[in-house]
C-alpha cells in the first residue's frame, strides 16, 4: 500500500569510467552547479575529483545507495532513461521480493481455519485473529519509518535485512506450538519483515522507469496478490500431507530461496543531490499541515474504515465455508482465499486504467462501493452455495483490495507531489487500526453473535460503504461538480 515518492533526476549507467556533475540547470538542492564547484568534499573535507570519485568515497550512507558501475548524472526530467532490461530485471526482482513477503500477509485465513480447527482448538477466533492482524498492523508502522530512513540510507540494506527476519520467522515459527510464539513468530516478526520491505520493492520501480512507471509498479503491486494466492494453494496442499512444523520447515527455505534471488536482482539508482550532500537534512517524519485540512481527516478516516472491513473476507472466508458447507473438503474451503488474491492481482493492476479515464478519487468511490456491496449483500444471500462463495470471491477480489494501487495517486491528485512521501506515510498510518482491530472485531461479532454470519458480512460491508461517504466529502469538497475528473 505504500508508495515512497523518488526525484525522477537519477543517475545513470554510460560508457564512461567517470563521476559526471549535474549542469546548472539540475534540479539540486544545493542550487546551481558551477565550474568552481564541480568538485565534491566529503565529510573529512577532503576534496573529491570528478574523475576519480567511486562508490565507497562516497559520504557515509550513499554508497548503499550506488550502482557498483560508471554513472552519469541525468541533467533533467526530460533526459531521463527508461531502465531497459535492467530495470525490468529489478521489477522481477521486486515481484519476488513482494510475492513471499506482502503476499504471505494474504494467507492468513488458511493457518485461521487450521487453528482454529487443530494447533489451537478451543481458542476463540478473536484471539487467533489477532496474530493475522498483527502483521498487517506492524507491517504499516515499520513501513511508516522504514520508508523515511530508506530515503536517507539506501533501499538495499533494508530490503536484505527484512528478507532475513522474514525468513528468521517462518523458520522458528516450525517449532511453535503455543499461541504467544505463533503470535510472536507468524505475527510480529511477520510484520517486521514485510514493514522492512514494503516500501522499498514498490518504491524501485520509480527510479527505473517513467514512461512505464504504472506499469512497472502495478507487476509489482500484482505480485503481492499473486504471491498470497499461489502461497494459500501451496499451503493447504502441504497440510494435507504433513504436519504443520514439517510444512512451515520446507516452506521457509522454499521462501528463503525465492527472496535471495530476488534480492541478487535488486539495483537502485540514486539522485544527483543525494550524491553529492554532505550534510543531509534532518528527517521530517511528519508534517502537522494536515492535520488543520478536513479533506485530509476525510480521507484518512476512509482509509481507517476501509481496511476494518478490507480483511475480514480473507481472514473468515475459509471458516465460513467449513461451517455453512460442511460437505466441503479442507483444501476446496481455502480455494477462496486464492481466488480473492488472483482476482486482486487483475484489479490492482487494472484499475490504474479506469482510474487514467474517470480520476483516482472517482475509481476508489466506484471500486469501494461494488466493494461494499459485494460484502453487505452478496454475501449475506448468495453464499449458502459453494458457487455463490466463489462468485462473491471473484468481485470481492476485484475490487476490494484496489485501495492499495490508489492510495498514493490519491494523495497526489488532492494535494500535489511536493510532499509526497510524507503524506503517503501518513495516510498509511489510517490502516493501523483496521489492519490490527478488524478481524478481533469480526471475530467478537461471531462469538456473541452465537456464528451469526449475516452480522459479520453486514459489518464489513457497512464500514466500507461508510468508508466511500468519508471520501466523498473530500471528492466534493475539491470538485463540486459531478461529473469532473478527480
Known amino acids: 500500500m505504500m508508495d515512497v515518492q523518488q526525484s525522477t533526476n537519477y543517475i545513470h549507467r554510460t560508457s564512461s569510467p567517470r563521476w559526471s556533475t549535474a549542469s546548472p540547470q539540475a534540479n539540486s538542492d544545493d542550487g546551481p552547479t558551477t565550474n568552481e564547484n564541480r568538485r565534491d568534499t566529503d565529510e573529512k573535507g577532503d576534496i573529491l575529483d570528478e574523475k576519480s570519485v567511486q562508490v565507497d568515497d562516497l559520504p557515509s550512507g550513499h554508497a548503499s545507495r550506488a550502482l557498483v558501475l560508471p554513472i552519469e548524472v541525468v541533467r533533467d526530467d526530460s533526459e531521463f532513461v527508461e531502465g531497459?532490461?535492467?530495470?525490468?530485471?529489478?521489477?522481477?526482482?521486486?515481484?519476488?521480493?513482494?510475492?513471499?513477503?506482502?503476499?504471505?500477509?494474504?494467507?492468513?485465513?488458511?493457518?485461521?481455519?487450521?487453528?482454529?480447527?487443530?494447533?489451537?482448538?478451543g481458542t476463540p477466533d478473536a484471539t487467533i485473529s489477532l496474530i493475522g492482524a498483527s502483521q498487517n498492523a506492524v507491517m504499516a508502522g515499520v513501513a511508516f519509518i522504514s520508508g523515511k530512513l530508506g530515503d536517507r540510507y539506501g533501499y538495499k540494506c533494508f530490503i536484505v535485512v527484512g528478507c532475513v527476519i522474514v525468513f528468521i520467522s517462518q523458520l522458528s515459527a516450525a517449532w511453535c506450538k503455543q499461541f504467544w510464539s505463533i503470535f510472536i513468530t507468524q505475527g510480529v516478526l511477520q510484520g517486521l519483515g514485510c514493514g522492512l520491505t514494503l516500501p522499498m520493492v514498490f518504491a524501485l520501480p520509480s527510479q527505473w522507469f517513467k514512461r512505464h512507471r504504472g506499469l512497472a509498479t502495478g507487476i509489482v503491486i500484482a505480485g503481492a496478490a499473486m504471491g498470497g494466492a499461489v502461497s494459500s494453494l501451496v499451503v493447504q496442499v502441504m497440510l494435507l500431507r504433513m504436519r504443520l512444523h514439517m510444512m512451515l520447515f520446507i516452506y521457509s527455505f522454499a521462501q528463503g530461496g525465492i527472496l535471495f534471488v530476488g534480492c541478487l536482482l535488486i539495483r537502485t539508482r540514486v539522485s544527483p543531490s543525494y550524491?553529492?550532500?554532505?550534510?543531509?537534512?534532518?528527517?521530517?517524519?511528519?508534517?502537522?499541515?494536515?492535520?488543520?485540512?478536513?479533506?485530509?481527516?476525510?480521507?484518512?478516516?476512509?482509509?481507517?474504515?476501509?481496511?476494518?472491513?478490507?480483511?475480514?473476507?480473507?481472514?473468515?472466508?475459509?471458516?465460513?465455508?467449513?461451517?455453512?458447507?460442511?460437505?466441503?473438503?479442507?483444501?476446496?474451503?481455502?480455494?477462496?482465499?486464492?481466488?480473492?488474491?488472483?482476482?486482486?492481482?487483475?484489479?490492482?493492476?487494472?484499475?490504474?486504467?479506469?482510474?487514467?479515464?474517470?480520476?483516482?478519487?472517482?475509481?476508489?468511490?466506484?471500486?469501494?462501493?461494488?466493494?461494499?456491496?459485494?460484502?453487505?449483500v452478496l454475501w449475506n444471500l448468495t453464499t449458502h452455495?459453494?458457487?455463490?462463495?466463489?462468485?462473491?470471491?471473484?468481485?470481492?477480489?476485484?475490487?476490494?483490495?484496489?485501495?492499495?494501487?490508489?492510495?498514493?495517486?490519491?494523495?497526489?491528485?488532492?494535494?500535489?507531489?511536493?510532499?509526497?512521501?510524507?503524506?503517503?506515510?501518513?495516510l498509511n498510518i489510517a490502516s493501523l487500526p483496521g489492519a490490527l482491530g478488524g478481524p478481533p472485531i469480526g471475530g467478537y461479532i461471531l462469538k456473541a453473535s452465537g456464528r451469526n454470519w449475516h452480522l459479520l458480512a453486514g459489518y464489513s460491508g457497512m464500514a466500507q460503504f461508510i468508508a466511500v461517504i468519508c471520501v466523498l466529502y473530500a471528492r466534493f469538497k475539491r470538485e463540486p461538480k459531478i461529473l469532473a475528473r478527480l
Open 275 to 376: 550524491a553529492q550532500e554532505t550534510n543531509p537534512k534532518k528527517i521530517q517524519w511528519v508534517d502537522t499541515i494536515y492535520f488543520k485540512d478536513l479533506v485530509f481527516w476525510s480521507c484518512w478516516l476512509a482509509l481507517a474504515l476501509f481496511v476494518l472491513g478490507y480483511q475480514i473476507p480473507f481472514i473468515f472466508i475459509s471458516v465460513y465455508v467449513s461451517e455453512i458447507i460442511p460437505s466441503t473438503s479442507p483444501q476446496l474451503a481455502s480455494l477462496p482465499i486464492s481466488i480473492m488474491n488472483f482476482s486482486s492481482a487483475v484489479g490492482r493492476t487494472t484499475v490504474g486504467l479506469l482510474a487514467d479515464q474517470i480520476g483516482f478519487v472517482n475509481a476508489f468511490v466506484l471500486t469501494g462501493i461494488i466493494s461494499a456491496f459485494s460484502q453487505a
Open 385 to 426: 452455495t459453494y458457487a455463490g462463495v466463489i462468485v462473491f470471491s471473484i468481485i470481492f477480489g476485484l475490487t476490494g483490495p484496489c485501495y492499495v494501487s490508489l492510495t498514493t495517486p490519491i494523495a497526489a491528485t488532492l494535494y500535489g507531489t511536493q510532499s509526497l512521501a510524507t503524506l503517503t506515510g501518513l
Open 84 to 121: 531497459g532490461w535492467e530495470g525490468w530485471l529489478v521489477v522481477a526482482g521486486c515481484f519476488l521480493i513482494g510475492a513471499p513477503t506482502v503476499g504471505w500477509n494474504l494467507v492468513w485465513g488458511v493457518f485461521q481455519a487450521y487453528h482454529s480447527a487443530h494447533l489451537l482448538s
